[in-house]
């Protein structure tokens, strides 16, 4: 029901920023959870940040919470990651996750979304 597509990654120093972009399809996007997930080579996919499908309600994770920011803007049916002071552990791949809202809340696990872009490279130098 519900296409995702991120753009917006590349490579930038430690210390940059980048604002990821997570272009959603599909007639009900409106009232869809949306999440930012990430996965570094080897290691297991974790959450980055969530928001629920009216905006008012977001969870971060603690350890970025200072330095990443998500929002969405429902007219163009986008939900973005700012992502601010970066540093060479943040580099991993970047996912979009979307999932049909219930209520407004938004989930903190993968295994709650059901609808995921095909990432997009973030690669942070020292």
């Known amino acids: 029901q519900v296409q995702l597509v991120e753009s917006g990654g590349g490579l930038v120093q430690a210390g940059g920023s980048l604002r990821l972009s997570c272009a959603a399809s599909?007639?009900?996007?409106?009232?869809?959870?949306m999440a930012w997930f990430r996965q570094a080579s080897g290691k297991e996919r974790e959450l980055v940040a969530a928001?629920?499908?009216?905006?008012?309600?977001?969870y971060y994770v603690d350890s970025l919470k200072a330095r990443f920011t998500i929002s969405r803007n429902h007219a163009k049916d986008t939900v973005y990651l700012q992502m601010n002071s970066l540093e060479p552990e943040d580099t991993a791949v970047y996912y979009c996750?979307?999932?049909?809202?219930?209520?407004?809340?938004?989930?903190?696990?993968?295994?709650?979304?059901?609808?995921w872009g095909q990432g997009t490279q973030v690669t942070v130098t020292s």
């Open positions: 928001i629920s499908w009216d905006g008012f309600n977001t």
């Open positions: 599909g007639r009900t996007f409106s009232s869809y959870a």
């Open positions: 996750a979307a999932r049909a809202a219930i209520a407004s809340v938004a989930p903190t696990t993968s295994y709650e979304y059901n609808y």
